[in-house]
């Protein structure tokens, strides 16, 4: 929808990603015989507004229950919420499941609190969760190794070649220079190297673990004007697309 590519303007290989992954997501369902409303950029029923395309397939399915994942992002969660105010059907949000914490979590955490240091919410949180924790204490005697990720990556440890993917993209840079999307960046391949699917990301995932993660730590916060990537993996693309239906179904 416009409503989504035009608040801001989004790097294009942002809005291909995004674009790729929900078409091979509307795909894959539609596989496994799910009933899929898919909208294209260009569609003419598309109203470019996510409540008036709602309304449109909420009347045109008799639909009496609307039922929605909670979204991440403020702007979103606020339009649903007000759309459930306006339509006259029963509705009901559900929680992702992206994160541990509840929406709550960090306001409780830091209430009266004088200061707002992550460092004391991430150690609260792997004691609740019981992550690499032993009697209440971290696993090896230390609550993180900051000072052990700041090396200076210096071609004395060689990078193992990056997996890539070759995801055919071409209609969908076609659309967006037809509908005129504002975008910045640039993207002149045809192919779209990041994953866009569940298989593909655990593909990237196990390639990341096998052979990039052993020096990760050591060069997590490095950058080098030769190097794009050095040890990460491209797999954080996708994932801060947050596709996360894509890679959980």
Same mark, same amino acid.
């Given at each position: 929808?416009?409503q989504?590519?035009?608040?801001?303007?989004? +790097?294009?290989q942002?809005?291909?990603?995004f674009?790729?992954?929900?078409?091979?997501?509307?795909?894959?369902?539609?596989?496994?015989?799910?009933?899929?409303?898919?909208y294209?950029?260009?569609?003419?029923?598309?109203?470019?507004?996510?409540?008036?395309?709602?309304?449109?397939?909420?009347?045109?399915?008799?639909?009496?229950?609307?039922?929605y994942?909670?979204?991440?992002?403020?702007?979103l969660?606020?339009?649903?919420?007000?759309?459930?105010?306006?339509?006259?059907?029963?509705?009901?949000?559900?929680?992702?499941? +992206?994160?541990?914490?509840?929406r709550?979590?960090?306001?409780?955490?830091?209430?009266?609190?004088?200061?707002?240091?992550?460092?004391?919410?991430?150690?609260?949180?792997r004691?609740?969760?019981?992550?690499?924790?032993?009697?209440?204490?971290?696993?090896?005697?230390?609550? #993180?190794?900051?000072?052990?990720?700041?090396?200076k990556?210096k071609?004395?440890?060689?990078?193992?070649?990056?997996k890539?993917?070759?995801?055919?993209?071409?209609?969908?840079?076609?659309?967006?220079?037809?509908?005129?999307?504002?975008?910045?960046?640039?993207?002149?391949?045809k +192919?779209?190297?990041?994953?866009? #699917?569940?298989?593909?990301?655990?593909?990237q995932?196990?390639?990341?673990?096998?052979?990039?993660?052993?020096?990760?730590?050591?060069y997590?916060?490095?950058?080098?004007t030769?190097?794009?990537?050095?040890?990460?993996?491209?797999?954080s693309?996708?994932m801060?697309?947050?596709?996360?239906?894509?890679?959980?179904?």
């Amino acid at each position: 929808m416009r409503q989504e590519t035009d608040y801001v303007a989004h +790097h294009i290989q942002k809005i291909i990603g995004f674009f790729a992954a929900m078409r091979d997501f509307s795909a894959t369902l539609k596989a496994c015989n799910c009933n899929v409303v898919y909208y294209k950029l260009d569609d003419k029923k598309n109203k470019q507004s996510l409540s008036q395309n709602l309304l449109n397939v909420i009347k045109e399915n008799n639909i009496n229950k609307f039922e929605y994942q909670l979204p991440d992002e403020y702007r979103l969660d606020k339009q649903l919420v007000d759309f459930c105010k306006e339509i006259n059907i029963e509705s009901k949000s559900f929680s992702t499941e +992206h994160f541990y914490t509840k929406r709550e979590d960090l306001s409780l955490f830091f209430e009266g609190k004088k200061q707002w240091i992550m460092e004391n919410f991430y150690r609260d949180m792997r004691k609740k969760h019981d992550i690499l924790i032993v009697a209440n204490q971290p696993e090896g005697g230390k609550w #993180n190794f900051d000072k052990s990720n700041r090396n200076k990556w210096k071609n004395e440890v060689e990078i193992p070649k990056f997996k890539t993917f070759k995801n055919e993209v071409s209609e969908i840079k076609n659309l967006i220079k037809k509908e005129n999307v504002k975008t910045i960046g640039n993207f002149k391949s045809k +192919h779209f190297e990041y994953p866009i #699917n569940r298989k593909q990301a655990l593909e990237q995932l196990k390639y990341f673990c096998e052979h990039l993660l052993i020096h990760f730590g050591d060069y997590q916060d490095a950058m080098h004007t030769e190097e794009e990537y050095l040890f990460h993996s491209r797999l954080s693309f996708a994932m801060n697309l947050k596709l996360i239906s894509v890679y959980t179904l």
